[in-house]
């Protein structure tokens, strides 16, 4: 049924107050002090380990993962997972190797990073990249699909839902960047107990469907009669090989989008950059731990999804348009809540929504005001003024994506897997650009500027190639696998690999050649001993680490 009840509606509404309550109560009490920027846009100094952590997880999660990563599971099982747990190690990386090159530098965006390491041209080709890139595509995206979601679980209207998105994404983000933060604790609770809610009835359906109860027996039962489902490893014959192909999840390119996406992403990179090391790399290990628990929030209900399709449950709410869609398993599990429970679940899948929402508009806001209305407008301006463009800034930014989702078709365009491909157009070489402008001193500008050209470049080149050149040469080693077309096709994440190295390579000899015209580049202070941890931080990730290497002994 999907509709909601009385019941679901205070459970809901009690969130909304909670939430939306505490972002006006902290926007009022500051709307007439002086503000900083870095306080508007960073929170310098006022987020906690626990709260930096929560708002990473927080900004991460949305209906992608709730619908597509759930849909994914459905599709192909615990293989997934991959993206999540690896991204726990990812962080760990983050942390240890990336943070303290920002902190050390006074980094506090992505661009200013860029044009302190390379030259203006450089970061402001990037800032108004990013701009696009996060209104046109990530703001649109969480927007729609997230309205999508809650309009398949409650019947509200779609364009009704996008508004009340917005607005309540607005409310959040106005206050700056320490609501976002402290909100995000709030809603990540939420988001928590609302997804564990219904792991629990997806496992308990599947004991009761076959005759048995309890979750630990629905786990047993989902293991037997779709053991291909939890297999982390896939091997070459599997359908989704294309999607995760092999080993390339744990030593090719899903390391590129994940350290590209933790430690190169402003809206990630900016929960941490305000804090000192020490907290905020405990904030970071924090977000580690909770990555590990996704899986069991977002991949395990459309496996239980799957085993009961397979039982004859669900066969007409499973289709789209007369064919199957397996982005549809979350929500017809959430339709089967009791009253007050789907409330609760409502609320979570709204939750991990507005806190993406309320994430990308601070970094649209924070780019925007700090990397191109400061920069370009030839005068000094003062830290009021420019915390009022930022606020200006995340109204139009969201009127903007309200107004062009519903033309983009998102519907049409898959959920999860797409959204991971397209991004990895992109990922290798701004990957490239970062880690040799960190680790290397001789990088030049013009290395920079071919490895976000280039990189995209060479990307799609890759990707439509087939068309002309055969790869069978690369079959034998895995890195080629015919496709449904009968062509020799590179696997995304196996290209994400390649186009990585050649932009190394040609970001090697740009930087020679550079040099051989005397051309200088310019090197950040980094030191050995920025790297060094302490016991607790050391103690946290050899556990995240163990974990790790537990599950993927358990399900390879």
């Not at 107050?17 to 007439?32: D, E, P, S």
């Not at 609501?179 to 609302?194: C, E, H, P, R, S």
């Not at 799609?460 to 002309?468: D, E, G, M, Q, T």
């Not at 040099?515 to 016991?535: N, P, S, T, W, Y």
Request: charged letters at 10%; proline letters at 3%; glycine letters at 10%.
């Amino acid at each position: 049924m999907n509709r909601l009840t009385t019941g679901d509606y205070v459970v809901f509404i009690c969130y909304f107050i909670i939430v939306a309550g505490y972002g006006l109560w902290v926007y009022f009490r500051k709307k007439t002090a002086e503000i900083s920027t870095t306080e508007y846009f960073l929170a310098e100094g006022k987020l906690t380990w626990w709260a930096i952590g929560a708002s990473l997880i927080a900004s991460n999660i949305s209906a992608e993962q709730f619908i597509g990563m759930s849909g994914s599971g459905f599709q192909m099982g615990l293989a997934i997972a991959s993206y999540e747990w690896m991204s726990a190690l990812t962080l760990i990386v983050v942390a240890v190797f990336f943070i303290p090159v920002y902190l050390k530098n006074k980094i506090f965006t992505m661009p200013q990073f860029l044009s302190q390491r390379y030259n203006d041209t450089v970061g402001l080709i990037m800032a108004v990249f990013w701009l696009l890139l996060y209104v046109v595509v990530n703001l649109t995206s969480i927007l729609f699909l997230g309205a999508l979601a809650i309009n398949s679980i409650s019947g509200l209207d779609l364009t009704t839902c996008m508004y009340f998105l917005a607005v309540f994404a607005i409310v959040i983000t106005l206050g700056g960047m320490k609501v976002i933060g402290y909100t995000d604790v709030i809603q990540v609770g939420i988001l928590v107990l609302g997804g564990l809610a219904t792991t629990y009835l997806a496992l308990d359906l599947v004991a009761d469907h076959f005759g048995s109860s309890g979750v630990l027996q629905g786990f047993k039962l989902m293991t037997e009669h779709a053991d291909s489902h939890f297999e982390m490893i896939l091997h070459r014959d599997n359908p989704h090989y294309f999607d995760l192909p092999g080993l390339s999840v744990i030593l090719g390119g899903l390391w590129i989008a994940n350290l590209n996406y933790w430690g190169c992403n402003q809206y990630i990179t900016q929960r941490a950059l305000g804090a000192d090391l020490k907290t905020a790399r405990r904030g970071i290990l924090f977000a580690a731990f909770l990555k590990l628990l996704m899986p069991l929030i977002v991949v395990l209900p459309g496996i239980a999804g799957y085993v009961l399709y397979q039982q004859g449950n669900f066969q007409q709410e499973m289709l789209a348009d007369g064919s199957l869609n397996p982005d549809r398993a979350y929500p017809v599990l959430l339709n089967l809540l009791p009253p007050g429970l789907k409330g609760l679940s409502f609320a979570a899948l709204t939750a991990a929504v507005v806190a993406s929402l309320a994430g990308k508009a601070n970094s649209i806001a924070t780019i925007f005001t700090l990397d191109i209305y400061k920069r370009l407008s030839g005068r000094q301006v003062s830290e009021r003024k420019m915390v009022h463009v930022g606020k200006w800034t995340v109204v139009v930014s969201m009127l903007v994506a309200v107004v062009i989702a519903p033309f983009l078709g998102i519907d049409k365009k898959g959920g999860f897997q797409y959204i991971q491909e397209y991004t990895g157009f992109v990922s290798p070489g701004i990957f490239a650009m970062f880690i040799l402008g960190f680790f290397w001193k001789g990088t030049t500008s013009n290395a920079a500027l071919f490895a976000t050209i280039g990189g995209f470049a060479l990307s799609v080149w890759l990707k439509f190639s087939p068309n002309w050149v055969s790869w069978s040469f690369l079959e034998p080693i895995g890195f080629a696998k015919l496709n449904a077309s009968g062509q020799f096709e590179i696997p995304f994440l196996d290209r994400m690999s390649i186009v990585f190295v050649l932009c190394v390579i040609g970001m090697w000899g740009i930087s020679l050649w550079d040099r051989h015209r005397g051309i200088q580049a310019k090197g950040l202070e980094v030191d050995r001993r920025m790297f060094g941890v302490d016991r607790g931080f050391a103690a946290g990730a050899l556990l995240v680490c163990g974990i790790l290497v537990a599950l993927y002994m358990m399900f390879w």
